[in-house]
T-cell receptor
Framework: GIQVEQSPPDLILQEGANSTLRCNFS?????LQWFHQNPWGQLINLFYIPSGTKQNGRLSATTVATERYSLLYISSSQTTDSGVYFC????????????FGTGTRLKVLA | DGGITQSPKYLFRKEGQNVTLSCEQNLNHDAMYWYRQDPGQGLRLIYY???????QKGDIAEGYSVSREKKESFPLTVTSAQKNPTAFYLC???????????FGPGTRLTVL
C-alpha cells in the first residue's frame, strides 16, 4: 500500500520564524489533507489539497501530485502553532482509506 | 452548530469488559470512520462505513466491532479480544464525493 512520510519529525522554532513541512507519498493520490493536532488531541483541518496551491492566512500548502509530495508553509509562527502536523493521503486505487504520516511535532518558543 | 461529537471524553475500563464509544454527526455526511492513535504515533484506521448498514474493516479491525444503523451514528465497541485497547480513539466523517474528512474531539480509553 501507499507509504506516507513526513519530515522533519521534530521542529523547534522561535516565534516569528518561518518553516516548511514536507509530506512524501509513494503512489498516485486522489486526495491529500493537512491537519494540525492541538495539545488536547483535536485534529483540525488545515487544507484539502490533492493538487495545486492554497493559502489561509499565515499558512499555505502546495501539492505536486506528479512528483508525489506536498509542502506546508507556516509563516511568522506563533506559540499557538505548536502541536503535531499530519498529512494524510488517499490513493487512486479506488478505496476511501486515508493513510496518515507519522507527523511533524512543532514547538514554537516565545 | 454542525459537527461531530464523541462521548465520553475519557473512559476507564477493567480488563475483560466490552465498552462502546459513541460518535454522532449532524453534517449529513455519508461516510464515517474510526481511527486509533497511540502515543507519539499517527492514526490507524479501524473501520469505515460509506453508507448505512454497510461497513468495511480497516487496517487494525481485530478486537473491534461497529454498526451503522443510522446515517448520523457510528458506534465503536472495543471488545475483550482487543489485547491493547488503551489508546486515543478518533471518529471522522466525510462526503463520499470529495472524501474530505472532519474529525471529532476523540475519546481517551484507559484499561485498568
Amino acid at each position: 500500500g501507499i507509504q506516507v512520510e513526513q519530515s522533519p519529525p521534530d521542529l523547534i522554532l522561535q516565534e516569528g520564524a518561518n518553516s516548511t513541512l514536507r509530506c512524501n507519498f509513494s503512489d498516485s493520490v486522489n486526495n491529500l489533507q493537512w491537519f494540525h493536532q492541538n495539545p488536547w488531541g483535536q485534529l483540525i483541518n488545515l487544507f484539502y489539497i490533492p493538487s495545486g496551491t492554497k493559502q489561509n492566512g499565515r499558512l499555505s500548502a502546495t501539492t505536486v501530485a506528479t512528483e508525489r509530495y506536498s509542502l506546508l508553509y507556516i509563516s511568522s509562527s506563533q506559540t499557538t502553532d505548536s502541536g503535531v502536523y499530519f498529512c494524510a493521503a488517499v490513493t487512486t486505487s479506488g478505496t476511501y482509506k486515508y493513510i496518515f504520516g507519522t507527523g511533524t511535532r512543532l514547538k514554537v518558543l516565545a | 452548530d454542525g459537527g461531530i461529537t464523541q462521548s465520553p471524553k475519557y473512559l476507564f475500563r477493567k480488563e475483560g469488559q466490552n465498552v462502546t464509544l459513541s460518535c454522532e454527526q449532524n453534517l449529513n455526511h455519508d461516510a464515517m470512520y474510526w481511527y486509533r492513535q497511540d502515543p507519539g504515533q499517527g492514526l490507524r484506521l479501524i473501520y469505515y462505513s460509506q453508507i448505512v448498514n454497510d461497513f468495511q474493516k480497516g487496517d487494525i479491525a481485530e478486537g473491534y466491532s461497529v454498526s451503522r444503523e443510522k446515517k448520523e451514528s457510528f458506534p465503536l465497541t472495543v471488545t475483550s479480544a482487543q489485547k491493547n485497547p488503551t489508546a486515543f480513539y478518533l471518529c471522522a466523517s466525510s462526503i463520499v464525493v470529495t472524501n474530505e474528512q472532519f474529525f471529532g474531539p476523540g475519546t481517551r480509553l484507559t484499561v485498568l
